[in-house]
């Protein structure tokens, strides 16, 4: 069965660092999202494409937070530099269509130290 | 702003009974309402999707209300497994039914005992 691909599965690093987390769609869907989830709470949307175009990243922070998806397939979103408090649960998601089921990875756990 | 609000305390209930989770949400009107569960450490994982015109929707031992009058949302699971234990999101999609935008609730951990 098709998966969403993460990596790193954790990452620890110190603040003011950088650091970058790669998402692999399932095949064909052309709608990918990222979110952020503190422990305790539902995840948030930081960013939503659809193919390489975004469509909604109005929750991310983007004096920190940058995201790209150049041929429309896999992801990259970068934090620098990071800070204590985005220490949490940052989740990729996918679907084939908008308004759609969605299929969640397995997650990247950043401790910020 | 929408707001949304799932059952805030973890609900204990005994095998084979009926686990009812809610999911109440105010000043918003979604075209549709989406289920997930999340075990630990993991991604959450899609169970149900119920729009605004259907007013409940089953798969297997698992039922959604969606009651827009009320803005609140019913998920039951039957006859309850240990397997069963995880946390539980609601989701509340767009209003214009366009977009792909969830704004998901804080969760409900359930614990099923054998």
């Known amino acids: 069965e098709a998966e969403v691909a993460q990596s790193p599965r954790y990452k620890i690093t110190e603040k003011s660092q950088a650091v970058a987390f790669w998402c692999d769609p399932i095949?064909?869907?052309?709608?990918l999202y990222w979110y952020r989830q503190i422990l305790g709470q539902g995840p948030e949307l930081l960013v939503q494409?659809?193919?390489?175009?975004?469509?909604?990243d109005s929750q991310l922070p983007k004096d920190r937070f940058s995201a790209e998806r150049l041929k429309g397939v896999d992801s990259t979103l970068k934090i620098q530099p990071a800070e204590l408090g985005d220490s949490a649960m940052y989740l990729c998601?996918?679907?084939?269509?908008?308004?759609?089921?969605?299929?969640f990875g397995p997650g990247t756990r950043l401790t910020v130290l | 702003s929408q707001k949304i609000e799932q059952n805030s305390e973890a609900l204990n209930i005994q095998e084979g009974k009926t686990a009812t989770l809610t999911c109440n949400y105010t000043?918003?009107?979604?075209?549709?309402l989406q289920w997930y569960r999340q075990d630990p450490g993991r991604g959450p994982v899609f169970l149900l999707l119920?729009?605004?015109?259907?007013k409940e929707k089953r798969k297997e031992r698992l039922k959604v209300t969606f009651d827009t009058t009320l803005k609140q949302s019913l998920f039951h699971i039957t006859a309850s497994q240990p397997a069963d234990s995880a946390t539980y999101l609601c989701?509340?999609?767009?209003?214009?039914?366009?977009?792909?935008?969830?704004?998901f609730g804080q969760g409900t951990e359930l614990s099923v005992k054998p």
């Open positions: 494409f659809q193919d390489e175009s975004v469509v909604d």
């Open positions: 000043n918003y009107s979604p075209a549709y």
């Open positions: 119920i729009r605004e015109n259907e």
């Open positions: 095949s064909g869907h052309a709608t």
């Open positions: 989701a509340l999609g767009p209003s214009n039914n366009q977009g792909g935008k969830l704004i």
């Open positions: 998601a996918s679907s084939l269509y908008l308004a759609d089921e969605q299929f």
